[in-house]
């Protein structure tokens, strides 16, 4: 049986969970559980990715599902009857579904709302085997994201771009230079390692300012993933954070995700009259 999406959250998560519920900042859950600041923003990026919601005022506003009783206290005939609507009723939404998923896998990669202000301004250093790439040619595309496989290539680009993310995959983690990658993150660029965990994307990529004190479970090698770090900070004194999710449990999906957390993490590096703007909190 497949976990419910409540059921996959930690102990601490719930806690976490529970406290955005009433609306506290992650100052506050901070505080509140007695964790660092970057632990509280861990745990809120870990809820996003694991309830499938873009925001924090997506998971405050989540419930879980609850199963109802009221089916055991119907009578037999009542039961059999409900039984045969129910089968009718889901053979015809089957059908409808399956014509809504296929549509959908028409459109994702194209759709307009897969772009975003960062199109042109993300710079991804990919392996040679496809395979383990974030995400298909097709929506890397649509998301407006550089694809190199050249480290020198890699950082002209980055610097011709004046690009706002670079994607590192594991593959290249030795080939780059620390310093350059270090100055990149200080400079505001919102750093993200693919294939590599957050506990060890400081560490393999050799930045600071990366390090989560609790980082939970790594993620293990056979799965396709990614870890974020971002040090902008916004005019309200929120920084970018840290946080990491799978690629390969619903591909489109934890993409769209992906994308939307570097956008998140770079509109915090906002000054001047950016900072009145950047009304999404970090994560």
């Known amino acids: ?19 955005l519920g009433h609306g506290l900042t992650n100052e506050e859950i901070a505080k509140r559980l007695d964790i660092s600041l970057d632990g509280a923003k861990y745990h809120v990026s870990q809820i996003l990715s694991k309830l499938g919601v873009a925001t924090r005022e997506e998971a405050a506003s989540w419930r879980q599902e609850k199963r109802r009783a009221w089916w055991a206290r119907w009578p037999m005939w009542a039961k059999i009857a409900g039984a045969a ?3 009718a009723a889901a053979t015809g939404l089957v059908v409808l579904a399956w014509g809504v998923v296929r549509t ?5 990669a194209s759709s307009p709302s897969f772009a975003s202000e960062l199109s042109g301004k993300i710079v ?7 395979s383990k790439w974030i995400a298909s040619q097709a929506l890397l595309d649509a998301a407006g994201i550089l694809v190199t496989q050249d480290v020198d290539q890699f950082r002209s680009q980055a610097d011709r771009v004046q690009s706002e993310a670079l994607i590192v995959d594991k593959d290249y983690a030795d080939q780059l230079e620390g310093a350059w990658l270090q100055e990149s993150l200080d400079g505001g660029k919102v750093l993200v390692g693919a294939r590599i965990n957050i506990s060890e994307l400081g560490q393999l990529l050799r930045v600071s300012g990366c390090e989560v004190l609790s980082p939970g479970d790594n993620y293990p090698e056979s799965r396709l993933f990614y870890s974020r770090c971002s040090h902008r900070i916004c005019g309200n004194g929120e920084s970018g954070g840290v946080g990491q999710d799978y690629l390969d449990r619903n591909p489109v999906g934890q993409f769209r995700l992906l994308i ?3 956008a998140n993490s770079a509109a915090a590096s906002c000054g001047g009259e950016g900072a009145a703007q950047a009304a999404t909190p970090t994560r």
């Open 104 to 108: 959908q896998r028409d459109e994702d």
């Open 85 to 87: 609507t129910v089968v």
């Open 124 to 130: 991804y250093l990919a392996p040679v085997d496809q």
């Open 1 to 19: 049986m497949s976990k419910r999406p409540f059921d996959v959250l930690t102990p601490r998560e719930r806690e976490v969970l529970a406290l």
């Open 260 to 262: 939307k957390g570097i």
